[in-house]
């Protein structure tokens, strides 16, 4: 199968040169570049720290005056260069390098288009252009992760006696310090790989290591174990406390940890509380509240149920009846 053919087209105005190896780097594990190109005003002061970089690096650099103030006339010619690579039909997808808002609708045209499309840009990049690209990688990630594994290679040489820093302990320290705002929780994450695994589990399905990564890019295009601190998914997903790994013939298989335990307790715990009640019973409502209050992960879908009231009628001895202000109240039979 042959490799994939990109056009690689960077912003010189919102891109330091100081990211070239790491973008380069990044796009092997997507196919093969045909189109290297870098826009700005070459006549600047602030682009002479690229000149060098783009002569080691084979890079065509396009000129592109500022001839309004205020107004980006690189984005304009990016832009413009784009469209004409893509009706060549040389190209199986582009590679977008810059941490400006302004490439959202071209990202999604070129998509429209059928074409893949890479976003590449600093942990500032906008939203809105992160969702539009088929995946997006952040360049602060990628720079961390090589200077982590120069540091990591210079001990090894040196034949420190420094224990090197587990998955586990850089990813402590990554969410500690580095997450920013437009980072996807890792809660959130957690809570879609569970509903990728009851959807499957309803349909008779298991659930591949592969799939759960599949899935999460399409929904997330800027989702990257590395903005968390790890360098593999299933290291990011054995930290996850109600996810179970288990290898099956070269394959990793992600399934939800027996919560049998935990069920029984959380029974124990309602029936006390609506039993304690009298015949009063308890608002439906108000019980939920309780054992989220108890149990902050608590979430029934776990369970094996889309309605909290399901849920509640499955247990021995609890019926839920409505009032005369046709409220639901749980009640002990």
């Known amino acids: 199968m042959e490799d994939k053919r990109y056009a690689v087209l960077i912003d010189s105005d919102n891109i330091s040169a100081k990211y070239i190896s790491n973008i380069l780097d990044e796009m092997t594990k997507y196919g093969v570049i045909t189109y290297k190109r870098i826009y700005g005003d070459w006549t600047s002061p602030q682009t002479s720290k690229w000149k060098q970089e783009l002569l080691e690096n084979s890079i065509m650099p396009i000129q592109q005056f500022s001839n309004t103030t205020g107004k980006n006339a690189t984005d304009s010619a990016l832009i413009i260069d784009a469209m004409d690579i893509l009706y060549t039909n040389n190209v199986d997808g582009f590679c977008i390098v810059s941490s400006d808002s302004d490439f959202t609708r071209l990202a999604s045209r070129l998509r429209e288009s059928g074409m893949d499309v890479i976003g590449m840009g600093e942990e500032k990049t906008p939203r809105s252009f992160r969702a ?18 120069s540091e990591d290679t210079a001990l090894s040489l040196n034949k420190s006696n420094r224990e090197h820093e587990s998955d586990k302990e850089r990813g402590r320290k990554k969410e500690s310090s580095k997450l920013q705002s437009n980072v996807i929780s890792k809660t959130v994450i957690e809570k879609d790989i569970i509903d990728i695994i009851i959807q499957n589990e309803n349909n008779d399905k298991a659930t591949g290591l592969s799939e759960v990564g599949n899935r999460l890019i399409k ?17 990011f997903l054995e930290e996850m406390p109600d996810l179970e790994l288990k290898k099956e013939n070269k394959t ?4 939800l940890l ?35 209050a108890k149990y902050n992960n608590f979430n029934v879908k776990d369970y094996g ?20 202000g046709k409220r639901n109240i749980v009640y002990w039979v």
Not at 219 to 235: A, C, E, M, Q, T
Not at 252 to 255: A, G, L
Not at 307 to 322: A, M, Y
Request: hydrophobic share 35%; glycine share 4%; charged share 30%.
């Open 132 to 149: 539009a690209c088929t995946v997006f990688t952040s360049l602060d990630v990628l720079m961390d992760n090589d200077e982590e594994d």
């Open 219 to 235: 929904k997330y295009p800027d989702f990257d174990v590395r903005n968390y601190g790890y360098s593999l998914l299933s290291k």
């Open 252 to 255: 990793y298989m992600v399934s």
């Open 258 to 292: 027996d919560n049998k335990k935990a069920n029984e307790e959380i029974v124990l715990f309602l029936k006390s509380i609506v039993k304690n009640s009298g015949d009063e019973g308890v608002n439906l409502s108000e019980l939920g509240n309780v054992l989220k």
């Open 305 to 324: 149920y889309t309605k909290f009231s399901k849920f509640v009628q499955s247990i021995d001895r609890l019926e839920i009846r409505e009032d005369h």
